[in-house]
């Protein structure tokens, strides 16, 4: 796939020796994580169907990886899909690799029989929110996050 200035971009699913690379590119998104954390990761996701981490060669180093989610809805008939993680190395920001990510992960979406996809992001994160936006996504809600590490949990017979 051609990008700005004649470069030449692969496109491919990821591989258990991508983690490296991989984890490097989540703390460049502003989450720290080790090779080993993220071989560990890979080994979940990888065997996991309804999941898929591609990912952006330039050159034959990677630059740059898109994780989806494939899943069913409380709210709709159809299969859903979810952009986990989209993120671009610093140096091929704004070159088109994330374009070429995000058209890559609605092709697989289609392949998957996928009609609606979402996505979130950090209010800080607004070149992200424009990014997004100039490739036909709509804001439509704000989500919210709870750590539970911190809430005791007692062991009961039953669930609740």
């Known amino acids: 796939m051609p990008l700005e ?6 496109i491919r699913h990821a591989q258990p020796g991508d ?8 703390c460049e998104l502003g989450y720290e994580t080790t090779t080993a954390e993220m071989s560990l990761r890979l080994k979940s996701i990888l065997s996991d169907p309804l999941y898929s981490t591609i990912v952006a ?3 034959n180093k990677l630059c740059g990886m898109i994780g989806t989610l494939t899943h069913v ?3 709709h008939n159809d299969r ?3 952009v986990i993680a989209l993120v671009v ?3 091929r920001r704004r070159s ?7 058209t890559a992960a609605e092709k697989d979406f289609v392949r998957k029989a996928v009609t609606r996809i979402t996505l979130t992001t950090r209010f800080e994160r607004e070149a992200a929110h424009q990014f ?3 490739l036909g996504y709509s804001r439509t809600g704000v989500r919210f996050a709870k750590n539970l590490t911190a809430i005791p949990v007692k062991l009961t017979a039953g669930l609740f």
Do not use: C, F, P
Request: hydrophobic share 40%; glycine share 12%.
């Open 5 to 10: 200035g004649d470069v030449d971009l692969t």
């Open 19 to 26: 983690a490296a690379v991989l984890a490097q590119l989540m």
């Open 57 to 59: 060669e330039i050159d």
């Open 73 to 75: 809805s409380h709210e």
């Open 80 to 82: 859903s899909g979810k």
């Open 89 to 91: 190395s610093n140096k």
């Open 96 to 102: 088109g690799v994330g374009r070429a990510l995000i």
């Open 132 to 134: 997004y936006e100039a």
